[in-house]
C-alpha cells in the first residue's frame, strides 16, 4: 500500500509560480512511476506530468509544457511539479499518483495510487 500527501497548492496570480510536492510512503517507491494530474470544476481529470522511476524520463503535457517541470528524489520518496508561467487556465486541484507498472503512461487509470490533491488557484 502506497500513501500519498500532496503540499504546495494556494492562490496566485497570473504569472505567478508555485512549487507543488508530494510526500509517499513506503520502501518501494524508487520503483514507481509518479505523476502529476488536475482536474478542474466540471471538467475531466487531466494528465499534466509524469516521471520514470529513475528520474531519468519525463513527460507532460503539451498544456503545460515549457512551463511546468516534474522531477523526484527518490531518497526522499518525494516528487515536485515546479509551475511557472501560471495562467487561470492551470486552476484545478492537482493530484499526484503512483504507478506500479515502470512503463510510464499518461491514461488516468493506469496509476493504482491516489492523493488527496491540492488546490491551485491562478488569479488574472
Known amino acids: 500500500q502506497v500513501q500519498l500527501v500532496e503540499s504546495g497548492g494556494g492562490m496566485v496570480q497570473a504569472g505567478g509560480s508555485l512549487r507543488l510536492s508530494c510526500a509517499a510512503s513506503?520502501?518501494?517507491?524508487?520503483?514507481?512511476?509518479m505523476g502529476w494530474f488536475r482536474q478542474a470544476p466540471g471538467k475531466e481529470r487531466e494528465f499534466v506530468a509524469a516521471v520514470s522511476w529513475s528520474g531519468g524520463t519525463t513527460y507532460s503535457a503539451n498544456s503545460v509544457r515549457g512551463r511546468f517541470t516534474i522531477s523526484r528524489n527518490n531518497a526522499k520518496n518525494a516528487v515536485y511539479l515546479q509551475m511557472n508561467s501560471l495562467k487561470p487556465e492551470d486552476t484545478a486541484v492537482y493530484y499526484c499518483?503512483?504507478?506500479?507498472?515502470?512503463?510510464?503512461?499518461?491514461?488516468?487509470?493506469?496509476?493504482?495510487?491516489w492523493g488527496q490533491g491540492t488546490q491551485v488557484t491562478v488569479s488574472s
Open positions: 499518483a503512483a504507478r506500479t507498472e515502470r512503463k510510464t503512461t499518461v491514461v488516468t487509470g493506469g496509476y493504482d495510487y
Open positions: 513506503g520502501r518501494t517507491f524508487s520503483s514507481y512511476t
